[in-house]
């Protein structure tokens, strides 16, 4: 297939830029890229100029010189860095899904860090090996469960959205899918902005993300506080039903 216009990918670069940290050797960025357009096939990413060069490196070049010169990234041979422009429209361009989810109080229903403790405990129950902040390469997913602590797989994946931009959550899901084939789970603070997320996500999961859309699950802060609650009601019983 054609390569996307250099244009297509220079929101995608800023996503991943933000994703790990605000810098990326380029190298990385070649492959990274290549999960937000699945339809470039093995002979597309192999294909040469006649001087031997990437026609898949050229074109992600391409877009990082339009960001460059637009002051949202500074680069050089070794390494790429998102400037505050380009932070700002990692945040909102093509990603206008801005999620302030608050209850009437104005304060969250539960905090992010409340949250990702229940999803670790409720993994633990479950009988998985769970972790919060797991690191894995350049990226850092909020929750993850395994099958066992050697288990290479991440089995689930959770990215939990208190207020802000949903690039990094859906760039970590994807990631996380991609590569892995992980359960991706979006956890949001009350009922009634589950369901605009999942309103104001369609569009966003049938362009960038659309390998996910079908499989992402969106919970509330809600959904994650009664499961927890249920499961540790009977939590002894559960012991018993999962000793091996």
């Known amino acids: 297939m054609p390569f996307p216009e250099a244009a297509r990918l220079e929101v995608p670069i800023l996503l991943e830029l933000k994703a790990v940290g605000g810098e990326c050797r380029p190298k990385s ?10 339809s ?4 597309d990413l192999n294909s040469r100029t006649g001087t031997n060069r990437s026609r898949w490196s050229i074109r992600v ?13 500074r680069r050089d041979a070794r390494i790429w860095k998102l400037t505050d422009a ?21 304060k969250p229903n539960f905090s992010h860090n409340e949250i990702r403790h229940r999803l670790m405990k409720i993994g633990e129950m479950l009988g998985k090996y769970s972790r919060e902040e797991f690191r894995e ?33 859906l760039a970590n899901l994807k990631h996380a899918y991609d590569t892995q084939r992980s359960k991706p789970f979006l956890v949001i603070a009350n009922e009634q902005d589950t369901r605009k997320a999942e309103d104001s996500l369609r569009p966003h ?5 659309h ?20 499961l540790t009601s009977v939590s002894n019983l559960l012991d018993r039903l999962l000793e091996e």
Request: charged letters at 20%.
């Open 211 to 230: 390998e996910i859309g079908d499989s992402t699950t969106i919970l509330s802060g809600h959904d994650v506080q009664r499961i927890y609650q249920s």
């Open 86 to 106: 380009g932070k700002e429209r990692a945040q909102t361009e093509d990603m206008p899904v801005q999620l302030f989810l608050f209850a009437n109080n104005g």
């Open 40 to 43: 470039l096939t093995p002979e």
């Open 137 to 169: 390469g350049p990226r850092r997913y909020d929750v993850v469960w395994k099958d066992r602590p050697l288990s290479p797989r991440i089995s689930h994946v959770f990215e939990v959205q208190n207020k802000g931009s949903l690039g990094n959550g």
């Open 205 to 209: 999961l049938t362009g960038s993300f």
């Open 61 to 73: 070049q391409e877009a990082a010189s339009r960001l460059a010169h637009r002051g949202e990234i």
């Open 29 to 38: 960025l070649y492959s990274t890229l290549v999960s937000y357009f699945p």
